[in-house]
């Protein structure tokens, strides 16, 4: 049988779920996986991705929805997911990308109360039996590594 290492699944899920909002400390936090910092927003690495190289972009001020966001927010946002897409593309080569935003709880938003867009990395194949059968999703690579190659390709 072989072992799976995947430590910061056991503290993602022994977590309590009423977290301080991690949007809102990230950019406080000089330790982070802050990608690129902009105007009224930022990206961050998500601490716990489906694939190598899921990021995510969000606004600096603590929204939830679409309407909320002002237009320098808006175009802010959206210019930094094409700059990570291209910079992911650069350096982690996926066929395809998961871009979007879960809005609301129900549609499965961890921290509903802070809008936030997702960039997910997709290969082909990359999806199999794990997540279904095991609740696993399978990282090929450290998170700092894939972040110090995504930041390096950002211009």
Same mark, same amino acid.
């Given at each position: 049988?072989?072992?799976?290492?995947?430590?910061?699944?056991?503290?993602?899920?022994?977590?309590?779920?009423?977290?301080?909002?991690?949007?809102?400390?990230?950019?406080?936090? $000089?330790?982070?996986?802050?990608?690129?910092?902009?105007?009224?927003?930022?990206?961050? !690495?998500?601490?716990?991705?489906?694939?190598?190289?899921?990021? !995510?972009?969000?606004?600096?001020?603590?929204?939830? $929805?679409?309407? *909320?966001? *002002?237009?320098?927010? !808006?175009?802010?946002?959206?210019?930094?997911?094409?700059?990570?897409?291209?910079?992911?593309?650069?350096?982690?080569?996926?066929?395809?990308?998961?871009?979007?935003?879960?809005?609301?709880?129900?549609?499965?938003?961890?921290?509903? *109360?802070?809008?936030?867009?997702?960039?997910?990395?997709?290969?082909?194949?990359?999806?199999?039996? !794990?997540?279904?059968?095991?609740?696993?999703?399978?990282?090929?690579?450290?998170?700092?590594?894939?972040?110090?190659?995504?930041?390096?390709?950002?211009?």
């Amino acid at each position: 049988m072989r072992n799976l290492w995947a430590p910061w699944r056991a503290e993602y899920i022994s977590k309590s779920k009423e977290l301080a909002c991690i949007f809102c400390n990230a950019p406080k936090d $000089n330790d982070s996986l802050i990608l690129k910092r902009g105007k009224t927003c930022f990206s961050i !690495m998500n601490r716990y991705p489906y694939t190598t190289g899921h990021c !995510m972009v969000a606004p600096y001020r603590h929204v939830g $929805n679409l309407d *909320d966001l *002002d237009e320098q927010e !808006m175009h802010e946002i959206f210019t930094m997911v094409k700059e990570l897409v291209s910079a992911i593309k650069e350096c982690l080569k996926p066929q395809g990308f998961n871009i979007g935003c879960n809005l609301g709880k129900v549609a499965g938003a961890g921290f509903a *109360d802070h809008l936030h867009v997702h960039i997910v990395p997709r290969w082909t194949g990359d999806t199999n039996f !794990m997540p279904v059968l095991a609740d696993v999703h399978m990282i090929s690579e450290h998170i700092e590594k894939t972040k110090e190659k995504i930041k390096g390709s950002l211009s």
